[in-house]
Each structure stands twice: as structure tokens, then as C-alpha cells.
């Protein structure tokens, strides 16, 4: 009976793509990591290293004087190889520094540049008060204020030319509707806010494409992806008032869930994550059953170029029916991916 079952299992479709643990480097959660599941997040200052900013309690008194403590900004490197935890000293120095000048250092989010050289940060905790721009070595720092109708911007490296693209979106409905405004900030010419008009678009932006274009999903977090649902995208260019975005649908391979899809460091490809069950076949499934054989649930890690041709699977692991994996995120290079899985931080070289 045993070889039967085993003969019946092994008649199972398997995939072909390696499993994680053979592929992956399992990292325990680093100190101070920090990435809030947004699709459009970049963290990677490197190939090897990732940093976040958070928030600490700083002692800003001169040594023999009474404590003047104060919550603040602080930068963190990751090294994605050993998983430790390092201060970035000349980023918080300057940080110290800005804020005994009186400025209110409470970064809400920040972009890293593609180069690994810069940093796009938006300060503010219940509303934006600045913009700011700063140099990984603490060289530089430039702030202007926000504009008052951006509300709260994402921010965007546009790889093709440098420039921060920076969007501010209306939330009169439930749609992530219109856009109210565009502006790009040039770190050659920092001080130089170029502002642009609105247009309309559904759904949640993933980044800038390697043609300049703003490209989108509507499939997010919040916005639970159904089992073999087609996942619509939409890109555009974020200054071309009044011009329709082009639209696509990809369906995902083997009628699966779609837990995150990101767009590439590069702009030219989509990173997924893709639950899905792996079941046996219909003249199996039923004598199988009767043995107490029960479908087993993957996650895969898949790549396709932007109009969903050319899957292909990185890596695969079988998790529970309820796990949730998120984080996703790309390397500058595009040679290495990471995700958080069960609160481990996996990562994952990319061919």
C-alpha cells in the first residue's frame, strides 16, 4: 500500500524551479529593519547592504551637561550577508546637527538614489513640513518646503535621468484616484522644484520604468488579489498632461495569488511573489484522498518582463495557507531580491 501511494505521489506534477532554502539566504531579523510592505520602496544602497531611517531617543547635550533627551531621525545599514546592524554616522551626525539648528528632523519616508549616493526624504510625522535631499556621506543636505497641494507625496527615482519624481495624490474616494501634482527635483540643481499638473489614475504606483514611464497596479496591499485573477496595470508619462495611460492585464501563472508584485530596479522587469496550490491531478486527486494525501500550498518568487511574457520562477517553498509574505524589494543591480517571510528576512540571488 505504502509503494502504491508513494507511485501515485511521485505521478504529481512537481516544479521545476529550485527550492528556497537551497537558493536563499535566510537572515534573522536584522536590529532596527524596517520596510513597511509599500510596493514602491527602495531600501538597497548597495547589492550588499539595505538602510531604513527610524526613529530613537537622542541625548542632543554637550558632554557634562544635563541630559536634553529628544526623539529623532536615525539612519540604519543592513548588511544583507551577515544580517548585522550598523549606525550610518555621517547621515545621523548631520541629522544631530540639523536638529540643534532647529530644524524638525522626523523623516516620514526616504528613497535612496539608484547610485546609492542620495537620499529623498519627506519630514513630518502628521503632516509634511519639508523635502529634503541629503548625501549618503552627510556632505550635503537641502531641504525646501512642500507645496501646499501635495498632501503626502510618494517619492520616485527616475533611473533614466536621475531626477525625483515626486506625486501627490487626492483621496476623495476609495480609488487612490487623481494625481493632484507632479514635481521633480534634480540633484545637480536640488533647489529647483519643477512642477507639473494632474491627471487621473486608478490604483498604486510601483516606480518609474527604464522608458521614464510611471508605471502602476491594482494589485497592493489592502487590495487583496483573488486566486487566478488577471492583475491591471497602467503606465504613463507623469508629465504628459492630459494623456491617456497605456493599460494591460497579466494573468498570473497556474490561477495563482498574487501576495506582491514589484517593478525592478532597472525599470525593465516585475519581481512577484505568487501563492499558489499544488494539487494533484483529477484522476488522482480522488484515490489520493482516500489516503489522507491533502494539497500542498507554494509561494514562488517569479520574474516577467512588464507585459507579463517570459515567467519565470526564481525559487519556491511550501508555507501554510494563511502565511503572508511581504517587503518585497530589488537590488540596485537587479542580482538580488529580498522579502520577509514567517519574520525572517530572506534573500535571494536573481539570474
Not at 545621523?92 to 519616508?109: A, F, M, P, W, Y
Not at 484522476?283 to 512588464?306: E, I, P
Not at 507585459?307 to 517587503?327: M, N, Q, R
Request: glycine content about 8%.
Amino acid at each position: 500500500m505504502a509503494i502504491l501511494v508513494g507511485v501515485l505521489l511521485f505521478a504529481i506534477p512537481r516544479q521545476r524551479a529550485p527550492q528556497l532554502r537551497d537558493v536563499g539566504k535566510r537572515l534573522r531579523m536584522p536590529r532596527h529593519y524596517a520596510i513597511y510592505g509599500d510596493p514602491g520602496q527602495r531600501i538597497w544602497i548597495s547589492d550588499r547592504e539595505q538602510m531604513s531611517i527610524g526613529r530613537f531617543r537622542m541625548n542632543l547635550a554637550a558632554p557634562g551637561l544635563p541630559p536634553r533627551m529628544k526623539v529623532m531621525s536615525q539612519a540604519s545599514r543592513f548588511d544583507m550577508q551577515t544580517g548585522q546592524t550598523f549606525a550610518m554616522r555621517a547621515i545621523n551626525d548631520r541629522l544631530i546637527e540639523d536638529q540643534k539648528r532647529g530644524h524638525t528632523v522626523s523623516i516620514r519616508t526616504s528613497q535612496p538614489s539608484p547610485d546609492g549616493k542620495w537620499i529623498a526624504f519627506i519630514e513630518g510625522m502628521n503632516s509634511p513640513s519639508n523635502y529634503g535631499l541629503m548625501a549618503v556621506d552627510g556632505s550635503k543636505c537641502i531641504r525646501w518646503p512642500r507645496e501646499s497641494r501635495m498632501n503626502w507625496p510618494r517619492l520616485f527615482w527616475n533611473t533614466v535621468d536621475n531626477t525625483i519624481i515626486l506625486l501627490a495624490r487626492s483621496y476623495h474616494d476609495q480609488s487612490y484616484g487623481q494625481v493632484q501634482a507632479a514635481s521633480v527635483v534634480d540633484p545637480a540643481h536640488p533647489t529647483r522644484l519643477q512642477s507639473y499638473q494632474g491627471f487621473d489614475m486608478s490604483g498604486i504606483e510601483l516606480g518609474i520604468t527604464n522608458k521614464g514611464r510611471l508605471l502602476s497596479t491594482s494589485t497592493f496591499p489592502g487590495n487583496k488579489h483573488r486566486p487566478g485573477q488577471a492583475v491591471q496595470f497602467a503606465d504613463f508619462d507623469p508629465f504628459g498632461v492630459n494623456r491617456p495611460p497605456e493599460r494591460w492585464s497579466i494573468q498570473p501563472p497556474f490561477g495563482g495569488t498574487v501576495e506582491e508584485v514589484i517593478l525592478s530596479s532597472h525599470g525593465d522587469r516585475l519581481v512577484w511573489l505568487i501563492k499558489r496550490n499544488v494539487e494533484a491531478p483529477a484522476y488522482l486527486k480522488s484515490l489520493l484522498t482516500l489516503f489522507g494525501y491533502k494539497s500542498d500550498v507554494a509561494l514562488g518568487l517569479w520574474t516577467s518582463q512588464l507585459d507579463g511574457k517570459d515567467f519565470h520562477e526564481i525559487a519556491t517553498t511550501s508555507v501554510g495557507p494563511k502565511t503572508t509574505a511581504w517587503g518585497l524589494t530589488s537590488s540596485p543591480r537587479d542580482t538580488k531580491v529580498s522579502f520577509v517571510l514567517d519574520n525572517v528576512v530572506w534573500v535571494v540571488p536573481v539570474h
